[in-house]
């Protein structure tokens, strides 16, 4: 089995919402891909995001790291692709920027869901799962904006 590092973020909006995107046309995750040579977790994380929403590298603010937690690969039919095992690295950035216009061709659309929906959304149990165990840390950033 290959096992590959991959680097992604929780992205939050001026509003509080969650950007999530779609994976060639069958499946939901939050931003995220791989590791390329060289590359540090947070740039390639800000470099997947840009790739997939449109979310400029600069316009990104990065909170936190939120953990890390391996899952398989989502194969083109939505199923777990057992041949590759991923440890992904997530970290939390906030952003002024609403407008999404993804580049990358397999990622074809980024939404804005709020965080009480994301979960539900999401395609790939280990990705839901993680999401419901750092929410909490996207409430302590709402309240923060409030004040």
């Known amino acids: 089995m290959r096992k590959t590092q991959s680097a992604g973020g929780v992205v939050v909006g001026p509003d509080g919402r969650i950007l999530i995107t779609n994976q060639?046309?069958?499946?939901?995750?939050?931003?995220?891909?791989?590791i390329d040579p060289g590359e540090d977790e947070v740039a390639a994380a800000k470099r997947e995001i840009y790739e997939e929403t449109?979310?400029?590298?600069?316009?990104?603010r990065l909170?936190?790291?939120?953990g890390s937690y391996q899952r398989h690969k989502i194969s083109k039919t939505g199923s777990d692709d057992k041949t590759e095992i991923k440890t992904i690295h997530?970290?939390?950035f906030q952003t002024e920027q609403t407008a999404l216009s993804p580049t990358d061709p397999h990622n074809p659309k980024a939404v804005w869901l709020g965080k009480e929906k994301v979960a539900e959304r999401l395609t790939h149990p280990r990705d839901k799962e993680f999401f419901r165990k750092v929410i909490s840390?996207?409430?302590?950033?709402s309240s923060k904006r409030g004040r």
């Open 24 to 34: 060639n046309g069958n499946s939901w995750s939050l931003p995220k891909g791989h």
């Open 63 to 66: 909170i936190k790291k939120l």
């Open 137 to 141: 840390e996207l409430s302590k950033i």
């Open 54 to 60: 449109g979310v400029r590298p600069e316009n990104l």
């Open 90 to 92: 997530m970290f939390l």
